[in-house]
C-alpha cells in the first residue's frame, strides 16, 4: 500500500551507462518530483512535473531526461552515467503545485552507485 | 547559496530530555516546512507554519516562526529513542519549489 514507490532500490553501475528510475504514486497527485540528496544529506530540486507538464527543471545536465506517461508516473533517465551522479534519488509527490502550503509525501529512494 | 541551514548540524541527548533545532533564510516565505529522514528512508513531513503564524503544535512537536528573523525553529519534548532521525526545515518562496536546509542529526541515547 505504498504511497510513493521507486524502484529500483539499489542500482549499482558502471560509467558510460544509461539506466532509469522509476517513480509511481498512488495518491492521486497532480505533482511529481525528482531530488538528489548527496553523501552530505543535502537535498536538491531536479525536476518537477504537473499534470505531465513539466514545471521545474533545475539546471540539471542533459543526460538526465524525466518522462511523465500519466500523472501517476514519473521516470527519470540517466545518460552516460558520470562518477558524480552517485547519489540518492528520492521522487515525491504532492497534491498541487508547490505554493499554497502543499505538503509533500517522498518515495523511499534509489541508491546509485556509479563505478 | 542555500535558503536553509539548520542548526546545530548534530545534537546528541538522552532520552526524555527536550530537543531544539533552528532552521535560518534568507528570503521572504510563503511557508516553512519540518519533515524527518530516518536512515535510509525517505523524508517525511512533519509539520507546515504560513508566514503569518508564530507558532504550532503537533503532538510533541512545536515549531515557532519568526519572520523578522527570518528563522524557525523545532522543538521536540519528552524525546524517545525512535526520534533519532535527521531534521530539515524547508522553506517555499513561491517559485514552485521546496528548498530544504542543510539538516540536523538528532541521536537520542536511551
Known amino acids: 500500500d505504498t504511497a510513493v514507490s521507486q524502484t529500483p532500490k539499489y542500482l549499482v553501475t558502471q560509467m558510460g551507462n544509461d539506466k532509469s528510475i522509476k517513480c509511481e504514486q498512488n495518491l492521486g497527485h497532480d505533482t511529481m518530483y525528482w531530488y538528489k540528496q548527496d553523501s552530505k544529506k543535502f537535498l536538491k530540486i531536479m525536476f518537477s512535473y504537473n499534470n505531465k507538464e513539466l514545471i521545474i527543471n533545475e539546471t540539471v545536465p542533459n543526460r538526465f531526461s524525466p518522462k ?7 521516470n527519470l533517465h540517466i545518460n552516460s552515467l558520470e562518477l558524480g551522479d552517485s547519489a540518492v534519488y528520492f521522487c515525491a509527490s504532492s497534491q498541487a503545485r508547490t505554493g499554497a502550503g502543499e505538503t509533500q509525501y517522498f518515495g523511499p529512494g534509489t541508491r546509485l552507485l556509479v563505478l | 547559496s542555500q535558503q536553509g ?8 541527548i538522552q532520552e526524555g530530555e527536550n530537543a531544539t533545532m533552528n532552521c535560518s533564510y534568507k528570503t521572504s516565505i510563503n511557508n516553512l516546512q519540518w519533515y524527518r529522514q530516518n536512515s535510509g528512508r525517505g523524508l517525511v513531513h512533519l509539520i507546515l507554519i504560513r ?3 508564530r507558532e504550532k503544535h503537533s503532538g510533541r512537536l512545536r515549531v515557532t516562526l ?16 525512535a526520534d533519532t532521525a535527521s531534521y530539515f526545515c524547508a ?18 541515547i536511551p
Request: without cysteine; aromatic residues 2%; charged residues 25%.
Open chain 2, 66 to 81: 519568526d519572520t523578522s528573523k527570518k528563522s524557525s525553529s523545532l522543538l521536540i519534548t519528552a524525546s524517545r529513542a
Open chain 1, 68 to 74: 511523465s506517461p500519466d500523472k501517476a508516473h514519473l
Open chain 2, 51 to 53: 508566514s503569518n503564524e
Open chain 2, 91 to 108: 522553506t517555499d518562496i513561491g517559485n514552485e519549489k521546496l528548498t530544504f536546509g542543510t539538516g540536523t542529526r538528532l541521536t537520542i
Open chain 2, 5 to 12: 541551514e539548520e542548526d546545530p548540524q548534530a545534537l546528541s
